[in-house]
């Protein structure tokens, strides 16, 4: 399954250093700009990002444009289960 999603680049997290601390890199985007987003990469949702995965086991944040909530509709619209 795929949603049509409007984002923009926040952080990506490339993994971690010899001292276990997280290796991130941050992103100041101007604009919002639409993706056909597959369902399967996302990892969770909060009020203001969506943390999904991307190649080489790195995962990013991206900032979305719109409610949580209207986010919730369109993965229900598509046969996602939200308990």
Do not use: C, P
Not at 25 to 32: I, K, N, R
């Amino acid at each position: 399954m795929f949603i049509e999603v409007e984002v923009k680049l926040s952080v990506i997290v490339h993994g971690y250093d010899s001292d276990n601390k997280v290796i991130e890199e941050t992103f100041e985007e101007e604009g919002f700009m639409k993706k056909i987003l597959a369902v399967s990469r996302i990892q969770s949702i909060s009020e203001k990002y969506i943390l999904v995965t991307s190649s080489h086991g790195r995962i990013m944040y991206w900032e979305y444009k719109g409610s949580m909530e209207d986010l919730k509709q369109r993965l229900l619209h598509v046969g996602e289960v939200i308990a």
